[in-house]
């Protein structure tokens, strides 16, 4: 019995896409505490290999020998599920990105809008493993993750909308291939489309801040008020789970922000374009966000929701406007 070549490509997409978010699960961690020992002027790790690379492994190593001990009186199916539901869907949307003209595991005509789908059952498995933990820590957890996504929501939904109405595609693929010949035609630099350009790309990389949990609006954590949030009762790879499922969604956000504004993996000379050109964007924008956590303190939950709902969304719905008023007279 032969097996159909697009089902092996499939697989070897599937099995290349988990070694790609368990490597940069295992790494960014390394990463992290490397530039936050920087930062902090204190030297991270450096005893386990050299420079400390064996790190992330010992700690892997660590989370998965310990038991999953599901706490009293809490809901063990709700508990159980919480951390597939967070990193299931981080995974999916790894299926529709594309890396390079030709490698992207599958070209759909709606990735943009598959990619927001998978990604909104992320705040349903903090929700349940906060509730199904039976914790008034994680519970308070929960109602700030609920809170939060749909404040952080409206404004990069309405900056994806723009973007859409400015390419005229929801393809991942075709968006990219638009923004070729140049930095100047990348969209954060389409001016002739918007003015606000450049403004759209800073609410986009907030708005992803935010709905990763990252730091200065990591409040469904917040490790001082909180103790760990929606983790708090999880030991060993149940937290281990949410771990990655946080950095597996970091990278999403950072791709999809490099697809849609920044020429995916175009050069911004128009020379040479590839993978390579698209990994420098993305990490560039991943390190950004590490250097953010660990130089700005966390604001306050008030402070969190005033910007999304008094900033960020009249902002977003001004350049949406003014974009569909550019795109009609010119």
Known sequence: MSIHPEVLRLLAFLLGIIGFVA?????????????????QRRIGPKEVGPFGLLQPMADGLKLMTKQLIVPEGADAILFKLAPILVMTPAIMSFVTIPYGETLVPRNLDVGLLAVFAFASVNVLGLLLGAWGSRNKY?????ARVVSQNVAYEIPMLVVVVTLVMITGTLNL????????????HWNVFKLSASPLMPVAFIIFFICMLAETNRAPFDMAEA???????????????????????EYANIVVGTSIATILFLGGWQCPFGLFPGVHWFMIKMYFLIFTVIWIRWT?????????LNLSWKILIPISFFNLILTSAMLKVF
């Open 296 to 304: 700005y303190p966390r604001t306050t939950f008030y402070g969190l």
């Open 173 to 184: 693929q075709d968006i990219v291939i638009q923004q070729a010949g140049g930095f100047w």
């Open 223 to 245: 490790e001082s008020e909180l103790i760990a949030g929606a983790f708090t009762e999880y030991p060993g790879m149940g937290f281990g789970v949410f771990f990655m499922g």
């Open 138 to 142: 994680a519970i308070i957890s929960a």
């Open 23 to 39: 490597m940069n699960a295992a790494y960014l961690v390394w990463l992290e505490r490397k530039e936050a020992g920087h930062i």
